[in-house]
């Protein structure tokens, strides 16, 4: 989805997962070096890693999973894509990118980027 959001401009952008199967096949490393994005993976047992996903699964959870009954897995994963899209990452501010939604952090980082 990042690469196709972004134009396919992701080199050098870090993916990072936990030590599932699916991110150590073979077929998702090979997509991460076909577009240039690095993988990262966190320790076995690190639950700092963890505490992030579990947040954020709590979050999913609260808002889109509760809120109704869903007929169709396809119903499901519109809703949640659609929810990350529109209030994950364009209303939800964070103290750690001083007060600024995800989608206006970047904005502010990409243009020195692109000036470099």
């Known amino acids: 989805m990042a690469v196709i959001r972004r134009g ?3 080199a ?3 993916t990072h997962s936990d030590r ?5 096949s ?10 240039g994005l690095v993988g990262s993976m966190g ?4 639950a700092g890693d963890n505490a992030a ?3 954020f699964f709590a979050l999913v959870q609260k808002n889109v999973l509760d ?3 869903w007929v169709t897995r396809n119903q499901l994963r519109i809703a ?3 929810w990350i899209e529109r209030t994950y990452h364009r209303r939800r501010r964070q103290a750690r990118l001083g007060r600024l939604t995800p989608i206006e952090y970047e904005a502010i980082i990409e243009s020195p980027a692109l000036a470099a």
């Open 8 to 10: 396919g401009d992701v």
């Open 12 to 14: 050098g952008c870090v």
């Open 20 to 24: 599932g199967s699916q991110f150590r």
């Open 26 to 35: 073979k077929k998702f490393t090979r997509a991460l070096s076909r577009h």
């Open 43 to 46: 320790r076995v047992g690190a």
């Open 53 to 55: 996903m579990e947040s």
């Open 67 to 69: 809120r109704r009954r």
């Open 80 to 82: 949640i894509v659609t």
